[in-house]
Nanobody, 128 residues
Framework: QVQLVESGGGSVQAGGSLRLSCAAS??????????VGWFRQAPGKEREGVATIDGDGITNYADSVRGRFYTSKDNVKNTLFLQMNSLQPEDTAMYYC????????????????????WGQGTQVTVSS
């Protein structure tokens, strides 16, 4: 049973940084053959893709975060990371990690329903 637990959220002022982590458990070879990603959902808005990373490390980012956010993973420690820099109030949302097993990411960043496994989320709040 795949389990994902996010951490690292919090409240920061605009221009600040946060680093989110997503710890995976319940199976081995985390991320080595999977598409793993970050999504976010603000109140009253649909869930949107933030970043994805393939088993071979190829990344994809939403236009709104490209150049500010960076995702990486540690397949040995079964952990996914999201480094968020130059945070803006519009980045305020609940952030989730998700896994699509045995798959490349392709354009799944735009399709949250393609990911069967989700964490509970961690809140990020950016004040102006």
């Amino acid at each position: 049973q795949v389990q994902l637990v996010e951490s690292g959220g919090g409240s920061v002022q605009a221009g600040g940084s946060l680093r989110l982590s997503c710890a995976a458990s319940g199976y081995t070879d985390f991320g080595s053959t999977d598409c793993v990603g970050w999504f976010r959902q603000a109140p009253g808005k649909e869930r949107e893709g933030v970043a994805t990373i393939d088993g071979d490390g190829i990344t994809n980012y939403a236009d709104s975060v490209r150049g500010r956010f960076y995702t990486s993973k540690d397949n040995v420690k079964n952990t996914l990371f999201l480094q968020m820099n130059s945070l803006q109030p519009e980045d305020t949302a609940m952030y989730y990690c998700a896994v699509r097993r045995l798959s490349r990411c392709y354009v799944f960043i735009s399709n949250p329903r393609a990911f069967p496994y989700w964490g509970q989320g961690t809140q990020v709040t950016v004040s102006s």
